[in-house]
């Protein structure tokens, strides 16, 4: 359970950074046409000098360093010529997606380049670590349940109070309504129905969800919907996006992780790639990194 959690905060992190960096950087144009009006108050203009300025005053900072420790990590681990596999990247993708399921509003090679230069960055701070095969093996036996991922969905459902409204949306799905828009105007699901009933990944052992309600997303097929399934609230219609096919991960598969972990523990460090930024030769815009 202690690994989930980490998985849970890990995740997080990795998505905040991916929006924040993309809401900085996703335009090159960015930066031009400071002077051009973003919005109006009256008679009071806002530029977009001023809404630039806010976010720099407010984000900047973190952005910025965000993307110095990106080319410290590289820089270092090319030094001790560390790599990173791309199936580990890919599993830890699937953990964290199984887990965490919100990585569908973010694009999967911005969590993908996240997720390999943190392992980049572990691989950095643990390589002098020695751990035994006996330890590895003892570590991954008693967290073999972190090492298991279930079957799970990403779905979003319609909810309705009765059968009969759940027909009539049914119909107007089969002439061509958009899934999105008719759980935003009808769906009386609070949770999901301003995100066009969108209520991300589930598995196949969440407690919440019925027989007769997995009995169904078993036969679905991706980007089909359900017919009508009665659920607690009234009537569901839902939708699959994406399945994800339960994975157990054998000692060989996890072993560099299990490593990286084990190693972790034992140093107590926050992971951060601040220990190597004067073997990296940094010098940066807000002066001394003493302050972090």
């Given at each position: 359970?202690?690994?989930?959690?980490?998985w849970l905060i890990i995740a997080g992190l990795i998505f905040i950074n991916c929006l924040t960096i993309t809401f900085f950087l996703a335009k090159p144009d960015f930066f031009s046409g400071n002077e051009?009006?973003?919005?109006?108050?009256?008679?009071?203009?806002?530029?977009?000098?001023?809404?630039?300025s806010k976010m720099e005053e407010q984000y900047g900072e973190d952005v910025l360093?965000?993307?110095?420790?990106?080319?410290?990590?590289?820089?270092?681990?090319?030094?001790?010529?560390?790599?990173?596999?791309?199936?580990?990247?890919?599993?830890?993708?699937?953990?964290?997606?199984?887990?965490?399921?919100?990585?569908?509003?973010?694009?999967?090679?911005?969590?993908?380049?996240?997720?390999?230069?943190?392992?980049?960055?572990?691989?950095?701070?643990?390589k002098d670590v020695v751990v035994t095969e006996a330890e590895l093996k003892k570590y991954y036996e008693e967290n073999k349940a972190s090492y298991q991922i279930p079957t799970s969905f990403h779905l979003s459902q319609i909810v309705v109070k009765t059968?009969?409204?759940?027909?009539?949306?049914?119909k107007e799905l089969e002439q061509?309504?958009?899934?999105?828009?008719?759980?935003?105007e009808i769906s009386i699901d609070d949770f999901s129905a301003h995100k066009g009933g969108d209520i991300g990944f589930v598995s196949v052992d969440d407690q919440r969800l019925t027989e007769e309600y997995l009995n169904h997303l078993q036969t679905l097929k991706e980007g089909q919907w359900s017919k009508a399934i009665q659920v607690e609230e009234g009537f569901a219609i839902v939708l699959l996006h994406e399945r994800?096919?339960?994975?157990?991960?054998?000692?060989?598969?996890?072993?560099?992780?299990?490593?990286?972990q084990i190693a972790l523990e034992?140093?107590?460090?926050?992971?951060?790639?601040?220990?190597?930024?004067?073997?990296?030769?940094?010098?940066?815009?807000?002066?001394?990194?003493?302050a972090y």
């Open positions: 359970m202690e690994k989930k959690q980490l051009e009006v973003v919005a109006t108050v009256g008679k009071n203009k806002i530029t977009r000098q001023d809404w630039l360093k965000e993307l110095v420790d990106q080319k410290v990590i590289q820089s270092v681990a090319k030094k001790y010529k560390i790599k990173v596999p791309e199936q580990a990247v890919e599993q830890e993708y699937l953990m964290i997606k199984n887990l965490y399921g919100a990585t569908s509003s973010i694009d999967e090679e911005k969590w993908k380049e996240q997720i390999k230069y943190r392992l980049l960055l572990e691989e950095l701070l643990t059968e009969k409204e759940a027909s009539q949306a049914l061509g309504s958009k899934f999105e828009t008719l759980a935003m994800i096919k339960g994975k157990d991960f054998s000692f060989k598969e996890v072993k560099d992780q299990v490593r990286r034992q140093m107590d460090v926050a992971a951060s790639a601040n220990a190597f930024w004067d073997e990296a030769n940094v010098d940066w815009f807000y002066g001394k990194k003493e």
